[in-house]
């Protein structure tokens, strides 16, 4: 049996590095929008999100007000979390110490400094969600 992670241990999980899915509903007849994306976290904090101002999920965030984020362990023993947030802020452009941040999460110091010097961010939208309620589950135990 899976095991629930606490609040706490949602939020450290959700710190670490992973790649998202963001999920958002749809308005426009189509199903609801889930796509890979990096994002930006500290234990108690908001989620941080940078994405292109010309997308359908930043047109459709801004008409939910409320995405849920999904992030997981690909390998064993299989964890994950999940989070229903609401949209708190969205700044367009995105600020550019909040697109560096969020590259060099992934791409480390040199390459996230190097990704944002080489990318346009007057198109992007930076979006801040509040986490609202969290559901996490590991698996170590079903090992």
Excluded: C
Excluded at 28 to 50: K, L, M, Q, T
Excluded at 63 to 76: K, P, S, W, Y
Aim: avoid cysteine.
């Amino acid at each position: 049996m899976p095991k629930p992670f606490t609040e706490a241990e949602s939020q450290e999980f959700l710190a670490g590095k992973h790649v998202a899915v963001l999920a958002v509903a749809a308005s426009d007849g189509r199903p609801p929008v889930a796509v890979p994306i990096w994002y930006d976290y500290a234990p108690g904090g908001d989620i941080r999100i940078n994405t292109g101002s010309g997308h359908r999920k930043t047109r459709l965030i801004r008409e939910a007000g409320a995405v849920t984020v999904t992030v997981q362990r690909e390998d064993l023993p299989y964890q994950y979390v999940t989070v229903e947030g609401t949209v708190v802020d969205a700044l367009t452009p995105s600020p550019l110490d909040a697109r560096t941040a969020i590259a060099t999460r992934y791409l480390g110091p040199d390459g996230g400094r190097e990704f944002t010097e080489h990318s346009d961010g007057s198109a992007s939208v930076l979006f801040v969600i509040r986490p609202d309620r969290w559901v996490g589950q590991d698996f170590s135990s079903d090992l």
